[in-house]
């Protein structure tokens, strides 16, 4: 937990954001893996951290815009919880820690906002994504459980997203450490990524050197020798050479912040001539990103740029062909690469889209362009100092892709479907780094950063 102003100072410019009425923050419940007493790894509501900042199930606050009054409500645990569990701090003590003087049991919070309905005060709520919270909104404020999302509120969606884009020096520490135990664990799938090796032991392995810290995944390892599958979570196949492996994972810290890197590697320790071009290409990509992201600059332009490296690149090695501006203009770089640069990341590790990636990634001046490929990019506003984003460019070779897009003649003036073919076994490079925008330009986050270039790569598989 952060010192108490840090919350305190969070709740006050919640409310310099919002016009009138009541926020109500839901924390999380337990979730029963199977039956009720055996719950997965309790994981708190990243809004109710960010501006309460008690990671214990069971709590909800409301802060009200127009008296100023900040209240949080839960229930003092009992002697059978004090024997399974031991001593606990009182609702109170929790509540002083993070500055908020009333509270009360979790059963008066109906009572509070109860009244305010009959008082004709608006009731200001961020969108649930679990079903206990939208039964629960249901509960308390009679809108069905089918409706609760629609009902949420834009205005207390906007400011929470103002807030908790910029990121704060201690969230930036956090964050660094996550990154830390994130260079870990792909350092570890570097020493582990040999023949004769199954996927899932080394998927184990990251996972544990992420619990050995007392923290967790950030989301579900993904690692595959078929890396043309973006998100593969299938860890079944056995390490072969001539293959690469690709990594996607990061780590989750106690302070629940997170880290999220991408690293592609031959099976083996070496790459070969074909794997190396396409992997430069990658890099290039990679690196081009971080030298022009800036405050002032939108991601939607990186990220257009940076597939134009990546057509240039794929030009020079006879894959594409023709202009490469008006080849990514028309999009014909997404065959290659059918995903956006990044997203943002901090508390989740796509910040904040619980609250609708349309309001964390765009606003009223950016808005997504509705192209295969670059309508997945999630993060596409202008930057700011103090965001924290993901940079991962990919180049991937889709048999069933290319087959679909050979089959329609799509931008054959910009594809050598020829020699394309020729890759379909080849699979996918991705290449993803942490990266903080400053106040003239981006830099690495974490102390180090995860080996990259063929030579880092192929010294420390050579370990």
């Known amino acids: 937990m952060f010192d108490k102003s840090v919350y305190m100072n969070r709740r006050a410019r919640l409310k310099e954001r919002m016009r009138n009425g009541l926020v109500l923050i839901l924390g999380n419940g337990e979730a029963p893996a199977n039956y009720t007493d055996n719950t997965y790894k309790f994981r708190q509501d990243s ?8 990671n214990q199930p069971g709590f909800a606050g409301v ?57 004709g005060r608006q ?61 870990e664990m792909h350092t570890a799938a570097m020493r582990h990524c040999k023949p004769g090796v199954k996927e899932q032991y080394i998927a184990g392995v990251l996972e544990g050197i992420a619990a050995s810290y007392g923290s967790t995944v950030s989301f579900p390892v993904i690692l595959s020798q078929n890396g043309q599958t973006l998100h593969n979570h299938d860890h079944s196949q056995i390490l072969q050479v001539g293959r690469m492996m ?27 001539n074909r794997q190396k071009d396409v992997y430069n290409v990658v890099l290039a990509a990679n690196n081009k990103a971080i030298e022009i992201a800036k405050p002032g600059v939108t991601y939607q332009y990186v990220h257009l740029e940076v597939c134009k490296v990546l057509a240039q690149g794929l030009k020079d090695l006879g894959l594409m062909k023709g202009n490469i501006n ?79 897009w050979k089959e329609h003649g799509m931008h054959k003036e910009f594809l050598n479907y020829d020699k394309i073919e020729t890759f379909k076994d080849f699979g996918g490079i991705r290449l993803e780094d942490d990266i903080l925008i400053t106040s003239t330009g981006s830099r690495f986050l974490g102390d180090k950063r995860t080996p990259i270039t063929v030579e880092e790569v192929e010294a420390i598989m050579a370990e």
């Open 123 to 183: 009731i200001h709520f961020l969108p649930p994504y679990r079903f206990r919270n939208k039964i629960l909104i249901e509960e308390l404020l009679g809108i069905h459980h089918s409706l609760v999302k629609e009902y949420a509120s834009l205005e207390l969606i906007k400011a929470v997203v103002s807030l908790r884009s910029v990121k704060e020096t201690c969230e930036i520490e956090e964050i660094t450490k996550a990154c830390n135990i994130g260079y």
């Open 246 to 272: 690709l990594t996607d994972a990061g780590a989750e810290n106690n302070m629940n912040y997170c880290s999220d890197f991408t690293r592609t590697i031959p099976v083996g320790g070496k790459f070969n």
């Open 326 to 404: 008006e080849a990514v203009t028309a999009g014909a770089h997404a065959l290659f690469m059918p995903h956006g640069l990044g997203h943002m990341m901090g508390l989740d590790v796509h910040d904040m889209e619980d609250l609708g990636q349309i309001y964390v990634g765009y606003d009223d001046e950016i808005r997504p362009i509705q192209q295969f490929g670059t309508s997945s990019l999630r993060m596409g506003r202008r930057l700011q100092e103090g965001f924290v984003i993901t940079d991962e460019p990919g180049c991937y070779f889709i048999p069933a892709l290319i087959d679909q």
């Open 47 to 54: 809004s109710f951290l960010y501006f309460f900042g008690i």
């Open 63 to 119: 802060i009200d815009i127009d008296n100023g009054d900040e209240y949080l409500f839960g229930n003092d645990v009992d002697m059978d919880d004090i024997i399974w569990m031991g001593p606990q701090p009182s609702v109170r003590d929790m509540a002083a820690d993070v500055g908020v003087e009333k509270t009360a049991v979790f059963a008066k919070l109906a009572d509070c906002l109860r009244q305010a309905i009959a008082a």
